[in-house]
């Protein structure tokens, strides 16, 4: 069974950067598509960057140009960086396999992401 454990959330201010882990414990991490969702206050969890098993990325348009996900299979991990932080970014961040019918891993309890002066 699969278990994600999200990390490296915090708090930073406006403009600063941070980056999240995810650690994936199965087997066949390398075969998922991966990605990083958010999820805050009132609002649904969305998807905010996307990496395929060959390395493919796509991005929501709000994290364009200020978001890369990455992933390191011989770790089990898929990675976002994020710079040029925005007091909107702030959310609960989560990784889960991404697909077109939205199956999904049990989630994780995700990691705080809060960027405030």
């Known amino acids: 069974q699969v278990q994600l454990v999200e990390s490296g959330g915090g708090l930073v201010q406006p403009g600063g950067s941070l980056r999240l882990s995810c650690a994936f414990s199965g087997k066949f991490f390398s075969i998922y598509d991966m990605g990083w969702f958010r999820q805050a206050p009132g609002n649904q969890r969305e998807l905010v960057a996307r990496?395929?098993?060959?390395?493919?990325?796509n991005y929501a348009d709000s994290a364009k140009g200020r978001f890369t996900i990455s992933r390191a299979n011989a770790r089990n991990t898929v990675y976002l960086q994020m710079n040029s932080l925005k007091p909107e970014d702030t959310a609960v961040y989560y990784c889960?396999?991404?697909?077109?019918?939205?199956?999904?891993?049990?989630w994780g309890q995700g990691t705080q992401v809060t960027v405030s002066s």
């Open positions: 990496i395929t098993s060959g390395g493919d990325t």
């Open positions: 889960n396999r991404e697909t077109n019918d939205g199956r999904r891993f049990a």
